[in-house]
């Protein structure tokens, strides 16, 4: 299994202002992955945080609305900027357990509202 | 594309009637497949994991059937008890180096004491 810790677990955000999300891992992966969950939806991935690169994103999402930061190994961040009522959901950080398509772990989540 | 389907949406049971979950997906090229439970406003847990080389895996009382051809896969819950009450998602991995799953919307299962 994986450990993954994140940060805040929940905060309620005005409009207009921006939030980081930290995830943290209990070991080195290659590959970390954001995710998207809005109220009563499934999981929407957003992009892949590769360390040393840019990060992939995927249809929808854009850098300047998402921007993702990749440190190290172990630690990622996703900033949701500018928010709207519509950016409330659940953002889940998450890596593959043994890498290479092994099995998928999640991290508790953070749970934005925006009012 | 791949959709994945999860019916029904939502099933309540009372205690210790077995359970069965639902989950269909129209590609039958996937890599493997996965059982998560979601509790109200939490993340994922994984439960079990199928490659797409088996027809199905084990856990306590969690059994998952993967039949690749009909594209189905089913999650048995054996004598439910009300701690098992959360959402349910099955998400299926492509074949080769794709990373992406597509998720199922979930069955939301209530275990009536």
């Known amino acids: 299994s994986a450990v993954i810790s994140q940060k805040p677990s929940r905060d309620i955000c005005q409009r207009g202002t921006s939030l980081t999300i930290q995830c943290q891992v209990d070991s080195q992966v290659t590959m970390m992955f954001w995710y998207r969950q809005q109220p009563g939806q499934s999981l929407t991935l957003i992009a892949t945080?590769?360390?040393?690169?840019?990060?992939?994103?995927e249809s929808g999402f854009v850098i300047d609305k998402f921007p993702i930061s990749r440190p190290n190994l172990t630690f990622s961040t996703l900033t949701v900027s500018n928010m709207s009522p519509e950016d409330s959901s659940i953002y889940l950080c998450?890596?593959?357990?043994?890498?290479?398509?092994?099995?998928?772990?999640f991290g508790e989540g953070s749970r934005l509202t925006v009012l | 594309k791949q959709e994945v389907t999860q019916i029904p949406a939502a099933l309540s049971v009372p205690e210790g009637e077995n359970l069965v979950l639902n989950c269909s997906f129209t590609?039958?090229?996937?890599?493997?497949l996965q059982w998560f439970r979601q509790d109200p406003g939490k993340g994922l847990t994984s439960l079990l994991l199928?490659?797409?080389?088996?027809r199905e895996q084990t856990s306590g009382r969690l059994n998952a059937s993967l039949d690749k051809s009909s594209g189905r896969s089913t999650l048995y819950i054996a004598a439910s008890q009300p701690g098992d009450s959360a959402t349910y998602l099955c998400a299926v991995s492509p074949s080769g180096n794709d990373y992406k799953l597509s998720f199922g919307a979930g069955t939301t299962v209530t275990v009536r004491a």
């Open positions: 945080a590769n360390q040393g690169s840019e990060a992939t994103y």
């Open positions: 590609d039958s090229a996937i890599y493997n």
């Open positions: 998450s890596v593959y357990r043994p890498e290479n398509t092994g099995e998928l772990f």
């Open positions: 199928i490659q797409s080389s088996q």
